[in-house]
């Protein structure tokens, strides 16, 4: 379980990046964290780490407060970053090396997910590519069996085929006792997979939720014909979308782009999701 009590964060004194942040995330489930560019996502990703630490307020995953950075913490988290920066090894190398460091790690499964995200195990991590070392990093990081796994834009660099695979992947190691964060733009590529929505906006969170409560309480619609009770629409090429109130309990599939967009375009959108929110608390 990873706790987040009243996380405030900056790089430079003036200009708060988080503020006041409370969550707590539980494992089984798949957060997707998103935010528009520079609103912090990495950031928080580090501070959970231990890599940053909050200016005030708390980080603990599994009752370890990361930003001290214990043996047993970072022997049960995995880190999974936009920048991949391996050392310029064998991958065999590599494997036995790191792989030593993770009690639970599973050399058989890292050269099966190689296998499977078509990477060369015979290769030197010096010679791969961008998305060919972020598919090291991926079987590797799945590999660690770590109760924790945050992942920063990981399908950043796959081509279409590893894509679909990372998911397929992804899907296999979500289980009861693992937490798996994904910071992500490309929610097309996940959406199948997050089950949980954060949202960091203007330096809040502004939604922290499954997607199942989302959907029971708000409606997305497409070829919509009257606006009248849209909290937000958007036209697109194929008629217009929209988001209402859920006042009847309907099924919809949550479009999360288009829940991004109302979120962080529209000021007024919030207001009212937020309303909705304490109603539904009522
Ligand atoms: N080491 C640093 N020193 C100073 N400022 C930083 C540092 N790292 C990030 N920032 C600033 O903090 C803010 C949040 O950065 P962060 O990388 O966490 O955002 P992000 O949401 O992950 O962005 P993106 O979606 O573009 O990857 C940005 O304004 C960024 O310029």
Redesign the pocket.
Known sequence: MIVIKDLSFY??KDVN?LEKISTTLKPGHVYGLL??????????LKLIAGLQFPKIGDVTVNKEISKERNVSFLLDIYFIT?EVELPKWKIKTFEEVYGALYPKFDSKKFYELLTELQVNPQENLGNLSYGQQKKVNIAFGLSTNVSTILM??PTNGLDIPSKSQFRKLLAKYTTDDKIIVI?T?QTRDLDQLIDQLLV?HNRQLVVDESIYDLTKKIKFENNVENLTDALYFEKTISGLQSITENKYQEDSKLDIELFFNALTQDETFLTKFKTLQLQNHE
């Open positions: 790089y430079r990046i935010g528009l560019n520079g609103t912090g996502k990495t950031t928080f936009d920063d834009e910071s733009h960091i």
